[in-house]
């Protein structure tokens, strides 16, 4: 129940973020947001494939959970950004 809080917290602080800066006029980077989208997907990766031969405890294990969670959370939040502008683009043309 803990990691689902935690994704939902990072989700909702990531979104809030990008929807008050597009609210202010900010133009989205769509390259950028692609970085950051392929940056946090690799550290899902890592950590998912490293914390079962690495972690030399449970509560490694669970600090592992928690932190997948949190970057789920905000690759989720990115992600529906990235969805709403291409939907937006698709519209304009």
């Given at each position: 129940m803990k990691s689902e809080q935690l994704k939902q917290s990072a989700y909702t602080a990531i979104k809030e973020?990008?929807?008050k800066a597009f609210e202010k006029g900010g133009i989205p980077n769509i390259k950028?947001?692609?970085k950051i989208m392929s940056g946090l997907r690799k550290?899902?990766?890592l950590l998912e494939s490293g914390t079962?031969?690495?972690a030399r405890s449970f509560e490694e294990v669970e600090r592992a959970e928690l932190q997948?969670?949190?970057l789920s959370?905000?690759?989720q939040a990115y992600q529906e950004r990235m969805n709403w502008i291409?939907?937006?683009m698709k519209s304009c043309k």
């Open positions: 973020q990008l929807d950028a947001l692609k550290r899902i990766n079962p031969l690495f997948i969670a949190r959370g905000q690759l291409n939907e937006r």
